[in-house]
């Protein structure tokens, strides 16, 4: 029987896309609530909001606003919520000890949220960069170098203080090397080893750091 042109292709993958309940069924990927984590950043103050300007719809709250969201994240079904702090200037030094202070805006949000008694899990970023008045994310050596493992001291101890405000998932955000195995090794000694650590992907061009 000759080939008839007209059946060319005999691949035709519009056949899987052509109705509602086919693409349901075929369909490898599914992006829904579940896999999503809404971060928050917050800032001090009282029933206070400030427009990011570089990222339209976003929003700078303060404690009391961040714990109306993580009530309206449990309600979507979102698994989770992810805390990023904007340190008052007064508060910034070339060592960032700020971050290890237990009662520094981001332990306090994070106490406020837990203490609601929601079934959504919080996440907080560990890093130097919104408590080191140089703005990089490490203690510097005399050199003027980011000092590495003098960094991941302060890290641990920045997870501790966190995973003791009841943060669930640590997630470094810095780019020390050896900080997830120390930081895995300083919550398990403290006691915190239910306390989970994420990954972040490498960021270096971005205009997400417009929030802080």
């Given at each position: 029987?000759?080939?008839?042109?007209?059946?060319?292709?005999?691949?035709?993958?519009?056949?899987?896309?052509?109705?509602?309940?086919?693409?349901?069924?075929?369909?490898?990927?599914?992006?829904?609530?579940?896999?999503?984590?809404?971060?928050?950043?917050?800032?001090?103050?009282?029933?206070?909001?400030?427009?990011?300007?570089?990222?339209?719809?976003?929003?700078?709250?303060?404690?009391?606003?961040?714990?109306?969201?993580?009530?309206?994240?449990?309600?979507?079904?979102?698994?989770?919520?992810?805390?990023?702090?904007?340190?008052?200037?007064?508060?910034?030094?070339?060592?960032?000890?700020?971050?290890?202070?237990?009662?520094?805006?981001?332990?306090r949000a994070v106490k406020a949220v837990r203490a609601l008694g929601l079934?959504?899990?919080?996440?907080?970023?560990?890093?130097?960069?919104?408590?080191?008045?140089?703005?990089?994310?490490?203690?510097?050596?005399?050199?003027?170098?980011?000092?590495?493992?003098?960094?991941?001291?302060?890290?641990?101890?920045?997870?501790?203080?966190?995973?003791?405000?009841?943060?669930?998932?640590?997630?470094?955000?810095?780019?020390?090397?050896?900080?997830?195995?120390?930081?895995?090794?300083?919550?398990?000694?403290?006691?915190?080893?239910?306390?989970?650590?994420?990954?972040?992907a490498a960021k270096y061009a971005s205009g997400f750091y417009g929030p802080?």
């Open positions: 029987m000759p080939h008839n042109i007209g059946s060319f292709p005999t691949t035709r993958l519009r056949r899987l896309r052509r109705t509602q309940w086919m693409r349901r069924m075929v369909a490898e990927h599914r992006l829904q609530a579940d896999d999503l984590i809404w971060p928050l950043f917050v800032q001090e103050g009282d029933n206070k909001r400030t427009p990011v300007a570089s990222l339209p719809w976003v929003e700078r709250l303060s404690i009391d606003l961040i714990c109306n969201a993580a009530k309206e994240a449990e309600t979507l079904g979102l698994p989770a919520i992810a805390l990023f702090p904007v340190t008052d200037e007064n508060l910034k030094t070339p060592n960032g000890e700020e971050a290890t202070n237990p009662d520094n805006l981001i332990c079934d959504i899990g919080i996440i907080c970023d560990v890093a130097l960069d919104p408590y080191t008045s140089h703005g990089q994310d490490g203690v510097l050596g005399a050199d003027g170098e980011v000092a590495n493992d003098a960094t991941v001291e302060v890290l641990c101890e920045q997870a501790i203080a966190q995973a003791q405000a009841g943060c669930d998932v640590i997630a470094p955000s810095d780019m020390m090397d050896g900080r997830v195995g120390a930081i895995r090794a300083a919550l398990d000694d403290a006691g915190f080893q239910h306390v989970a650590i994420l990954s972040y802080f």
